[in-house]
Nanobody, 122 residues
Framework: QLQLVESGGGLVQPGGSLRLSCAASGFRLDYYAVGWFRQAPGKEREGISCALASGGTTNYADSVKGRFTISRDNAKNTVYLQMNSLKPEDTAVYYC???????????????WGQGTQVTVSS
């Protein structure tokens, strides 16, 4: 059974940091590109960034450039999203999913996890 599990979300003050984890079970995550996405209430799902199996990265959202960094730890079968300088508008449920590459919309990704809630508030 193929499954992704997101974790690491929580409540943080503006300017704070969180590190989200996307852990895979049942398959080798390093074979795939892994994307991070988020969805806030009343808004469309938004791509954040994507890590290629080769280790390269692609940014989807200009709003997080310079603040969010995606990385991989193949030994742990896990992909991370380091989030710094968080803003209230970053509040959303964050998801990870896999694809063969990064040059696709969210609809082309699969094996979605249940998401982890990130709330940025003072």
């Amino acid at each position: 059974q193929l499954q992704l599990v997101e974790s690491g979300g929580g409540l943080v003050q503006p300017g704070g940091s969180l590190r989200l984890s996307c852990a895979a079970s049942g398959f080798r995550l390093d074979y795939y590109a892994v994307g991070w996405f988020r969805q806030a209430p009343g808004k469309e799902r938004e791509g954040i960034s994507c890590a290629l199996a080769s280790g390269g990265t692609t940014n989807y959202a200009d709003s997080v450039k310079g603040r969010f960094t995606i990385s991989r730890d193949n030994a742990k079968n896990t992909v991370y999203l380091q989030m710094n300088s968080l803003k209230p508008e970053d509040t959303a449920v964050y998801y990870c999913a896999v694809n063969l590459g990064c040059g696709s919309s969210w609809a082309d990704f699969g094996s979605w996890g249940q998401g982890t809630q990130v709330t940025v508030s003072s």
